[in-house]
């Protein structure tokens, strides 16, 4: 059962929160606190492993606590509770290590949605760190380590290819591909969302940055086609990494035919990396 830790300067919603959790066995209460100052001490004694965070607090608001103890490295996930509403401080609070909402007023059917969704992310981080440690200790993976660096040289030239490989979202890329030649996983039968969070320190904003590369790689590769359409990169790519019939689409709003843009899928992409990776080798 999961470790839960709550933070409010409302000691009735702590009180509510705790009640909640504990008679639908949701989770462990480890402790409360209504300071972020204190609790931001407590939750580096107690270590749990979710905290649930008020995102309005006296002293420190709940998005500096969370950047404190992101800060420190701790394996936690963060819940904020809230009734903020502007889509500003809600991407703030992604950018800063909240990856689930709790909105006040807090009820059962809300909370335990949210509690399975975060249960279900913490599972699946586990296994995929059990399985990384196996790997990380298995002594083949020294042999491995040419291949990849040639994998991941091949697959950069790709990306170059694409207009790409100066994104932001271009490393993250390459370190998915590099985990999945590793753990010989295929991105098929991973969501990208789970791949991130055992990878990535933020994974949200990660999967933000993956998701504007891989739409950056759409409009460059429709705009080849549309120079010319026998154009080796276009040929090769425009449905190994992308589908044939969004890139059409992409053609078309660059040509002011519609309004509508294509459509990306990262698991596709990524997959057809890896695909173009092995008939390479």
Known sequence: MNRIYIVDDDIAIVKALENIIEDNDLGHVVGCSTDALEAFDEIKKYLPD???????MPKIEGIELVKRLREIDLDVKFVMISQVSSKDMIAKAYNSGIEFFINKPINLIEIERVMKNVTESLEMRRKLKAIEKLFNKDKKLKVLDTRLEDD?????????????????????????????????????????????????????????????????????????????YLNETFTRYSNRLYSFQDVRIEMDYIRGKTKSRGRISVRKFIDGLMIEKDMNR
Do not use: H, W
Not at 198 to 212: H, K, L, M
């Open 152 to 228: 991941i040289v091949y697959i950069k030239s790709i990306l170059s290819r694409l207009g790409i490989i100066g994104e932001k979202g271009s490393d993250e890329i390459l370190s998915i591909c590099s985990y999945l030649i590793k753990s010989k996983t295929s991105i098929m039968n991973i969501k990208i969302k789970d791949i991130c969070e055992i990878i990535f320190e933020n994974p949200t904003a990660s999967e933000q940055r993956i998701r504007r590369a891989v739409n950056k790689g759409l409009s460059n590769i429709s705009n080849l086609g549309l120079e010319d």
């Open 50 to 56: 979710i905290v649930l965070v008020d995102f309005l």
